[in-house]
């Protein structure tokens, strides 16, 4: 019988299938016959497979120096020490922006036809998202950085491909006087903390800032961004680390890096969120951001840091190359095109919650018939759908005072809800919507969403989650 841990590694996504590599990938021994400065790097297995030594920085950065020119026809070089892309995982990331932007989750309000304009945060010197997006699409780039020797190089990669570089702008980020270095911010206390369980204090949506509320790092976005841009996405390849000694704890590759490309105080999670609060103040100028996670326990903390802020929509994905698996998080402040599960909706005839922290005996469909039995405490008719996990129900104004205990007058309509619930990393979003728009129940249908959601949270989610949620 097969164990469940590889039945869970069967089961993981693979390689995004519009990637250039999901049905052929590189093969090391063609690539060492026709390119002699790659081939002292392969050597072959006892089954004859060949291979590289993947703790080897020299190996590593040739083998990219030969997928990007062998591939897709495109110069590359970068000096020791930088961070190393692998062209495969990178490309599923460029792929799945491609998804977002071809859906029609959002309107496509377009000025310029056709042309796709992408901000690339903290490029480095392989400038590698925005060579792919120009070779592969055709996008055009800003792609932004904050070391000389990055900046100096992501030029040279530009240049050196006459048939793209007018698709790319190289940006340096200009820092405040008084920004500290990364070395001096890490010295520091950092204020974001890892929570074992529920989500993190309130305390730890701050982000590194001075007495006057300014951002002690370099901007990210915010100064970056030119009055009066627009873009279509924003995409992130973030510091993964909280310091160098952790950046260097995995021994089983060695793709460089410098100390800003690895390091951030509060690791990944603290740079994303200084991306989300750049997003709030710059809102529709970007269509979609989005940002690569490394740690899948920083999802749901970066999620409810969206529904807190007002995103209209969050996409979430799995990327996989090989034994390395990142995610993606996207989110827009853009007004969906249709109607679709949103962890945060404003409209008063529209509400959701989460619930996080659940108790691991119970599932959604526990949930689903709780909320079924909330209802018929009040007499409302339900029916409950275990296949879409929703249940409609259908509720006159003496069911809602029933529910409620309040006596509202007047009003013979009846009111027809619907609950859908949602999985999503590590939570359980529960929605609401009252069917007739301009019901004058609407006032109800909140109050009893809320008593819902208290209901559910006393039922189902540990005293911890009950604590902080928002």
Known sequence: MPSKKR????????????????????????LASLYPSFQPFVFYSRDGRPKIDWTDFNATRELTRVLLLHDHGLNWWIPDGQLCPTVPNRSNYIHWIEDLLSSDVIAKTKSNGDNVRGFDIGTGANCIYPLLGASLLGWNFVASDVTDVALEWAERNVKNNPHISELIEIRKVKCPQNTLTPEELNNGESVYSEEVEGLPSSSSFDTPASEDGSYHGPPILLDVVRDGESFDFCMSNPPFFESIEEAGLNPKTSCGGTYEEMVYPGGEKAFIT??????????????????????????????????EVGATIV???????????????????????????????????????????????????????SVESFFHTGGASCKLNASSFTVDITASTDHCNALLNKGVKDLNEVASFSNVFQQIPGTLLVKGSLQHRDSPLSGLFSSIFQELEEALRHKFCREKAGANSL
């Open 315 to 369: 996409k979430t994905t799995e990327f996989v190359q090989g034994q390395t698996c990142r995610w993606g998080l996207a989110w827009s402040f853009v007004p969906p095109a249709k109607k679709i599960i949103s962890p945060h909706v404003t409209e008063k005839n529209i509400l959701s919650f989460m619930l996080e922290g659940l108790q691991h005996q119970f599932g959604a469909i526990h949930v689903l018939q």
């Open 274 to 307: 200084r991306i989300i609060e750049d997003s709030v103040v710059l809102k529709q100028s970007f269509r979609w951001y989005t940002s690569m996670v490394g740690r899948k326990v920083n999802l749901k903390f970066l999620i409810s840091k969206l529904r």
């Open 7 to 30: 039945r869970r590694k069967e089961g993981r996504p693979k390689i995004h299938p519009k990637n250039k590599y999901s049905d052929n990938p590189p093969d090391f021994a063609l």
